[in-house]
């Protein structure tokens, strides 16, 4: 049998009011001057004044640059950002974007160049050899879970084309995942994220990898999610179902690092070609390619309807996802969306090439590719 090595390092501080937490870790982390980095929209709520209210003794500076899909501009600001505030700390407030960046603003305020020497596929990558200011994540989001991931992703700004900055020292020192940050999401941003998070719990665990632990997760993350979705879009103040969708994003992002899987190599090309939201992709895919799947790995199915409590079993999996999706507002198909038949072959090209293609339960050629993106048409 082979050496598996698996690891599950981050500190997480979970439940409502977590974030009133922040100030007495950094203090104690020997941090006075953080630079809290956000989405431009955040920039100007009242929940990040409220939340800069609990920073007190701190002197706290704010970068609001992050935008759409953040580009590698948006993090060298932040990083200029860092430096001009004389930061010793950074705080990542918001969904996965600014989360995302914020990671960066904190490798590029202590390294040289330009942030996309740093992607892992650059031909002559640079290390992130110094040690990183302490960081810290506070998601306002419920899908991704970057608050608990290693990489970054950063979009190019001449093509618009994402790259992938990975290292362990992404890690957040302490996450603060507080579901009252997560209220004011509207219901179809909740649906959408939603949906990427359940995904992300589905693909992990029906990737062939050796991963038990994740998998453990990865089946929780599910029946977590399975209960929650619909509560936290039909009552958005709910903060049991805000608190179950919170975890379960994090769970999902935890499980991930096993694998995903071909709905997330469709929804990475249907960002890559028609801009379409990340988790709104996922949604508008996973039935099609579920019920594809489901006969290279049937006893999987009757686990995942059996946790999502699904009656009927494995069978009736896939009906449920569309049921679930009907009930949270998700309706029509890619057509709807701006998606045209035209961009079908460069749709097929991307989720070919991507790296979650190859972990599949089932091994897809372009043609079920191709099929895929018109039955979802
Ligand atoms: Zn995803």
Same mark, same amino acid.
């Given at each position: 049998?082979?050496?598996?090595?698996?690891?599950?390092?981050?500190?997480?501080?979970?439940?409502?009011?977590?974030?009133?937490?922040?100030?007495?870790?950094?203090?104690?982390?020997?941090?006075?001057?953080?630079?809290?980095?956000?989405?431009?929209?955040?920039?100007?709520?009242?929940?990040?004044?409220?939340?800069?209210?609990?920073?007190?003794?701190?002197?706290?500076?704010?970068?609001?640059?992050?935008?759409?899909?953040?580009?590698?501009?948006?993090?060298?600001?932040?990083?200029?950002?860092?430096?001009?505030?004389?930061?010793?700390?950074?705080?990542?407030?918001?969904?996965?974007?600014?989360?995302?960046?914020?990671?960066?603003?904190?490798?590029?305020?202590?390294?040289?160049?330009?942030?996309?020497?740093?992607?892992?596929?650059?031909?002559?990558?640079?290390?992130?050899?110094?040690?990183?200011?302490?960081?810290?994540?506070?998601?306002?989001?419920?899908?991704?879970?970057?608050?608990?991931?290693?990489?970054?992703?950063?979009?190019?700004?001449?093509?618009?084309?994402?790259?992938?900055?990975?290292?362990?020292?992404?890690?957040?020192?302490?996450?603060?995942?507080?579901?009252?940050?997560?209220?004011?999401?509207?219901?179809?941003?909740?649906?959408?994220?939603?949906?990427?998070?359940?995904?992300?719990?589905?693909?992990?665990?029906?990737?062939?990898?050796?991963?038990?632990?994740?998998?453990?997760?990865? @089946?929780?993350?599910?029946?977590?999610? &399975? $209960? %929650? /979705?619909?509560?936290?879009?039909?009552?958005? !103040?709910?903060? =049991?179902?805000?608190?179950?969708?919170?975890?379960?994003?994090?769970?999902?992002?935890?499980?991930?690092?096993?694998? @995903?899987?071909?709905?997330?190599?469709? &929804? $990475? %090309? /249907?960002?890559?070609?028609?801009?379409?939201? !990340?988790?709104? =992709?996922?949604?508008?895919?996973?039935?099609?390619?579920?019920?594809?799947?489901?006969?290279?790995?049937?006893?999987?199915?009757?686990?995942?309807?059996?946790?999502?409590?699904?009656?009927?079993?494995?069978?009736?999996?896939?009906?449920?996802?569309?049921?679930?999706?009907?009930?949270?507002?998700?309706?029509?198909?890619?057509?709807?969306?701006?998606?045209?038949?035209?961009?079908?072959?460069?749709?097929?090209?991307?989720?070919?090439?991507?790296?979650?293609?190859?972990?599949?339960?089932?091994?897809?050629?372009?043609?079920?590719?191709?099929?895929?993106?018109?039955?979802?048409?």
């Amino acid at each position: 049998m082979d050496i598996h090595r698996f690891s599950f390092p981050t500190a997480i501080h979970f439940g409502p009011g977590a974030r009133r937490g922040v100030a007495e870790h950094l203090r104690k982390a020997g941090c006075r001057r953080p630079l809290i980095v956000t989405d431009r929209a955040l920039a100007a709520l009242p929940v990040l004044a409220e939340f800069r209210g609990h920073l007190d003794g701190l002197d706290t500076a704010v970068f609001g640059g992050v935008f759409g899909n953040p580009r590698g501009s948006q993090v060298m600001a932040g990083a200029c950002a860092f430096k001009s505030h004389g930061a010793d700390c950074v705080i990542g407030f918001g969904g996965g974007a600014a989360l995302d960046v914020a990671k960066l603003v904190a490798v590029m305020a202590v390294h040289d160049g330009d942030v996309m020497e740093y992607v892992w596929d650059h031909p002559q990558v640079r290390p992130i050899a110094n040690a990183l200011p302490h960081f810290v994540a506070l998601p306002t989001t419920a899908g991704t879970g970057s608050e608990v991931g290693r990489s970054s992703v950063v979009s190019e700004d001449d093509t618009h084309v994402k790259r992938v900055v990975f290292s362990p020292k992404l890690l957040a020192k302490a996450v603060f995942a507080d579901p009252e940050l997560t209220v004011g999401l509207p219901p179809a941003v909740t649906a959408a994220t939603g949906m990427d998070a359940l995904t992300h719990n589905i693909e992990s665990y029906l990737s062939p990898a050796y991963h038990p632990l994740c998998d453990g997760i990865a @089946l929780e993350g599910a029946r977590i999610a &399975a $209960h %929650a /979705l619909r509560t936290a879009v039909a009552e958005p !103040h709910d903060i =049991a179902a805000r608190s179950g969708m919170l975890m379960a994003s994090m769970m999902g992002a935890i499980a991930f690092q096993k694998d @995903l899987g071909a709905v997330h190599a469709c &929804a $990475h %090309a /249907l960002g890559a070609v028609c801009d379409l939201h !990340h988790g709104l =992709a996922n949604a508008l895919m996973i039935d099609t390619v579920l019920a594809w799947n489901r006969e290279a790995v049937p006893h999987k199915f009757e686990e995942l309807a059996h946790v999502c409590g699904v009656v009927g079993g494995g069978a009736r999996f896939v009906p449920w996802l569309r049921e679930l999706k009907y009930d949270i507002g998700i309706t029509g198909g890619l057509a709807q969306r701006g998606v045209t038949a035209q961009q079908v072959p460069r749709l097929v090209q991307i989720a070919m090439a991507d790296v979650c293609r190859q972990t599949n339960p089932r091994p897809c050629a372009a043609e079920d590719f191709e099929r895929f993106f018109k039955v979802a048409m």
